[in-house]
């Protein structure tokens, strides 16, 4: 079985942190692509491994140097590219027009995450590299990497009108996080024999009664337990 479920704290999920949100979103990717995870973990291995060498330099140290900023330029590609993906499959089932905020629209703002949208994937591994390189010294001084596939940020917009969520209401913001977790659980759904349980936490405060009634609708819809 796989168990997800909507607590009090993501309410405020547009309003929480990048990393929450990001989070947010990768760890529903983890659910539909087990292998991310791994890329995950490894692209914070090479990070700290890069900022490690830096702070240790020497003549010595180029090449390897070289080799882990171009294992963490790949890395971090493939984990952006993932990302893409699923925010693109988010949205066509957010696309319904039966739903409320049926124009909600998911986006990433990352920097490679937008160059991704136009250019090929090995451009923008090459880029990033040459990123890494450029900010070595920036790198050495902070003790972190600047220019990161981690600065990515979840940003969902009502198209009708052109709000960001993080500028609804509280109640409205729980529907939306809804509407994201229902198209996900859509997603789930297609991978073979993957039984859901989903598990609602003090989840309609902030709703008023047509709200709870919309998200009943859904979750019957999508017959899970």
């Known amino acids: 079985f796989s168990i997800f479920w909507i ?20 760890q529903m990717i983890c659910s539909v692509d087990f292998s991310f995870k791994r890329f995950l973990l490894l692209y914070e291995k090479y990070k700290s491994e890069r900022i490690s060498i830096l702070k240790k330099w020497n003549e010595t140290s180029e090449e390897w140097l070289l080799l882990i900023e171009k294992k963490l330029a790949a890395t971090g590609i493939i984990i952006c590219d993932a ?3 699923f925010v693109k499959e988010l949205n066509f089932y957010l696309s319904d027009p039966d739903r409320p905020f049926h124009s909600l629209e998911i986006g990433l703002s990352g920097d490679l995450d937008s160059l ?6 090995i451009e923008v591994e090459d880029f990033f590299f040459n990123k890494l390189k450029e900010n070595r010294k920036k ?5 972190k990497t600047n220019f990161s596939a981690n600065k ?19 109640g ?35 709703l008023d009664k047509n709200f709870v009634l919309k998200v009943l609708d859904q979750l019957n819809k999508l017959k899970i337990q």
Do not use: C, W, Y
């Not at 607590?7 to 990768?26: A, C, G, Y």
């Not at 052109?162 to 509280?170: G, L, V």
């Not at 349980?197 to 405060?205: A, G, R």
């Open 7 to 26: 607590t009090p704290k993501m309410t405020f999920l547009f309003q929480n942190s990048i990393e929450e949100r990001r989070n947010f979103v990768d």
């Open 83 to 85: 990302r893409r993906k």
């Open 116 to 121: 991704l949208l136009n250019k090929p994937a």
């Open 139 to 143: 790198d050495t001084l902070t003790g």
């Open 152 to 170: 990515t940020d979840l940003i969902v917009v009502n198209k009708n009108n052109e709000r960001e969520a993080k500028n609804h209401s509280t």
């Open 172 to 206: 409205e913001q729980k529907v939306i996080i809804f509407l994201i977790i229902f198209s996900f659980i859509k997603i789930l759904k297609n991978q073979k024999d993957l039984k859901i349980i989903f598990l609602l936490d003090d989840v309609f405060s902030f």
